[in-house]
T-cell receptor, first 111, second 113 residues
Framework: KQEVTQIPAALSVPEGENLVLNCSFTDSAIYNLQWFRQDPGKGLTSLLLIQSSQREQTSGRLNASLDKSSGRSTLYIAASQPGDSATYLCAVLYGNNRLAFGKGNQVVVIP | NAGVTQTPKFQVLKTGQSMTLQCAQDMNHEYMSWYRQDPGMGLRLIHYSVGAGITDQGEVPNGYNVSRSTTEDFPLRLLSAAPSQTSVYFC????????????FGSGTRLTVV
């Protein structure tokens, strides 16, 4: 069974600092890895998708890396802003269309 | 382009009642899935479908039924609601080529009393 772990579970940073969020998964046989953002009481918004053949993806201030062999991904958010406060979820696609989620990194950016 | 639409947004049921959570997508996605999200448990897969007429069980299927008669719709049926089914339910879809990953609906918050 694929298990996804996100560390740390929660963190607070002052505005302007870079955020580093970690995700690890137990089975390296994945098709892709997707990072989502979830605001309180809301749905999931896709941030970045990394295919299993890729090493990283970038979108604006966001950069995600993937090391499939070691079962790790890292999401970097540069120059954090209060609007970045949210829960960030990592999910891996594996098996027959199964998406396994971590429990999330709850981020608070302090103005 | 509406994406993935879930209805209703909120629902309160009494124990033993049945209901159907609706999910529709207008992106012609082949793959659709249902997840539930509970505090401390994360999102867990209930049922999924890889195309019309094809469904399979996920991690926590007990107490739920699905069918997929069209590409667009993937309803989730609660047969006899229990308090343990109090949760937020999300529907998601993706193209089989998976260029963009999964798209999620805005969720249905269900309370069973």
């Amino acid at each position: 069974k694929q298990e996804v772990t996100q560390i740390p579970a929660a963190l607070s940073v002052p505005e302007g600092e870079n955020l580093v969020l970690n995700c690890s998964f137990t089975d390296s046989a994945i098709y892709n890895l997707q990072w989502f953002r979830q605001d309180p009481g809301k749905g999931l918004t896709s941030l970045l998708l990394i295919q299993s053949s890729q090493r990283e993806q970038t979108s604006g201030r966001l950069n995600a890396s993937l090391d499939k062999s070691s079962g790790r991904s890292t999401l970097y958010i540069a120059a954090s802003q209060p609007g970045d406060s949210a829960t960030y979820l990592c999910a891996v696609l594996y098996g027959n269309n199964r998406l396994a989620f971590g429990k999330g990194n709850q981020v608070v950016v302090i103005p | 382009n509406a994406g993935v639409t879930q209805t209703p947004k909120f629902q309160v049921l009494k124990t033993g009642q049945s209901m159907t959570l609706q999910c529709a997508q207008d992106m012609n996605h082949e793959y659709m899935s249902w997840y539930r999200q509970d505090p401390g448990m994360g999102l867990r897969l209930i049922h999924y479908s890889v195309g019309a007429g094809i469904t399979d069980q996920g991690e926590v299927p007990n107490g739920y039924n699905v069918s997929r008669s069209t590409t667009e719709d993937f309803p989730l049926r609660l047969l006899s609601a229990a308090p343990s089914q109090t949760s937020v339910y999300f529907c998601a879809s993706r193209n089989y080529l998976d260029r963009d990953g999964y798209t999620f609906g805005s969720g249905t918050r269900l309370t069973v009393v």
